[in-house]
């Protein structure tokens, strides 16, 4: 139900909703898995009748509200589904005495009118490396502490 909802946003027509970003949503579908078995896992949608018009899919952990992606139906953007849906999270989020609330993602626009604190979060991330490359970056990398080494030992006139 979350894909459907946010693939009716600008995220469908841009080709960004999970949806139509397999590797997305595959990483998505394993993390939600992983947090809904430890207990995590938090869905919130808004409806119209029996239409849902706007959703979230977020973590609840160490007493925060983790908000991990968003999405909206555009046939409602009239009535702003997705921030009515946002202030009844945070209204949830206060009342269960939660510490905070983290929109994660990229810091739009939409999200001023919630916090006026931004907090950075960084990633770090490793390419999958070929195992000839690997060996051969290690080579190289040996290469050039052997070449120091016999410099040094070379100016300090000591023989290797």
Request: charged residues 25%.
């Amino acid at each position: 139900r979350f894909v459907a909802v946010e693939g009716e946003s600008w995220k469908g027509r841009l080709g960004t909703a999970l949806r139509t970003n397999v590797p997305l949503r595959t990483f998505f579908e394993l993390y939600g898995h992983a947090a809904a078995g430890h207990g995590m896992l938090r869905f919130a949608f808004m409806r119209i009748g029996e239409t849902p018009v706007a959703a979230q899919l977020a973590v609840e952990y160490a007493r925060k509200y983790w908000l991990l992606k968003i999405g909206y139906d555009e046939r409602f953007s009239h009535c702003s589904p997705g921030i009515l849906l946002m202030y009844k999270a945070l209204e949830r989020a206060f009342n269960d005495g939660l510490e905070t609330f983290e929109f994660l993602g990229s810091n739009e626009g939409w999200i001023q009118i919630w916090s006026h604190n931004l907090h950075k979060y960084y990633t770090r991330s490793i390419d999958r490396v070929s195992m000839r490359r690997l060996l051969a970056r290690t080579l190289a990398f040996s290469e050039r502490v052997n070449w120091n080494i016999r410099t040094r030992l070379a100016h300090t006139g000591k023989r290797s």
